[in-house]
């Protein structure tokens, strides 16, 4: 009985000296601001968390205000517990030409009067690169346009974009010289005429 007491005891003795609880670190959360065009194609960047960088690719498409998960990244455990994770939420600034809504983009395009009533080409900036386009005659202003697949990527899907719709605004010209006041005056005479 002795033999199995000991046995026993020891086991018993041993338990209680390694029942320290392992806990979990704590989780982090951090915010990483970006402009828009840094979110348009996926890129690595290097974050500085507790003292340690971090090298992550930054997926194209994440939207304002999404949080991720980088599993491991937070506070260190106690007692070999594991570490936290990091949370990080995207605060992406808003573009000064693009209004962005999902993977869709929203742009205003000048068209001056001339091409606007007579018709032609227009140049028009994308997020990747400049576009011609043709101008019907007699566009109204605020006219919308479809440019299929020239908007924003959508996140996780490889190859896959938005559209981009432009909403065309007519200028009128300004500092007119005389002559050309008269030939307005004229067109004006035409079309009241006309009526």
Known sequence: MDFFESMF??????????RQTRFRGQDLHAELQLDLIDVY????RTLTVNGKNIRLTIPAGVEHEQT?????HGN???????NGDLYL??????????????????????LDLYTALLG?????????????????PETQS???????????????????????????????PTKLSEQEKAL???LAKMRSNGK
Do not use: M
Not at 41 to 44: E, P
Not at 121 to 135: N, P, Q
């Open 68 to 72: 991720i998960k980088i599993t491991g």
């Open 184 to 186: 307005f005056n004229e």
């Open 9 to 18: 005891g020891e086991e018993a003795r041993g338990r209680s000296s390694n």
């Open 89 to 110: 939420t995207f605060s992406i600034t808003d573009h000064p030409k693009f209004k962005r809504e999902g993977s869709n983009l929203y742009a205003n395009v000048e």
């Open 76 to 82: 260190p455990g106690v007692n070999g517990g594991p």
């Open 142 to 172: 605020g006219t919308k346009v479809k440019l299929k697949g020239k908007g924003f990527p959508v996140y996780k899907k490889e190859n896959v974009f938005g559209d981009l719709y432009l909403s065309y605004q007519v200028k009128l």
């Open 41 to 44: 194609q996926s890129h690595q």
């Open 120 to 136: 032609g080409e227009t140049t028009v900036d994308t997020l990747d690169g400049k576009v011609k386009l043709k101008v019907a």
